[in-house]
């Protein structure tokens, strides 16, 4: 069994070939691909964490659908001022399916 750890959007996600992320909103190339930096690599019983050895890790993914996320709704109150404020926020988020680990 097979999977790395990658940095995809500010954060760490776990991963093997086949599954689907949902990360926060970034760009590929012309064909849709995506290349995302590894942090740790497992191969069986074998474990890679050198920053050497990562360096010659791809971890490839491709895009499958840019969407947005579920609307957060902020609220500011102020006791006894008469001050109300109302926000909302939609984050950009990108799926992306993992097509190889080499």
Same mark, same amino acid.
């Given at each position: 069994m097979v999977y790395a750890i990658v940095r995809a959007g500010g954060r760490q996600?776990? $991963?093997e070939v086949g599954t689907v992320v949902t990360v926060d909103r970034v760009q590929a190339d012309e064909q849709g691909a995506v290349? +995302?930096?590894?942090l740790l690599l497992v191969d =069986?019983?074998? $474990? %890679?964490?050198?920053t050497e050895d990562l360096a010659k890790v791809k971890v490839t993914a491709e895009v499958v659908e840019d969407l947005r996320g579920p609307k957060i709704n902020i609220q500011h109150f102020?006791?006894? %001022? =008469?001050?109300?404020?109302r926000l909302g926020h939609r984050s950009? +988020? %990108?799926? +992306?399916? *993992? %097509? =190889? *680990?080499k």
């Open positions: 996600e776990k $991963v290349e +995302l930096p590894a =069986g019983d074998k $474990v %890679t964490s050198k102020k006791n006894k %001022t =008469g001050y109300r404020r950009e +988020l %990108t799926k +992306l399916k *993992i %097509t =190889g *680990i």
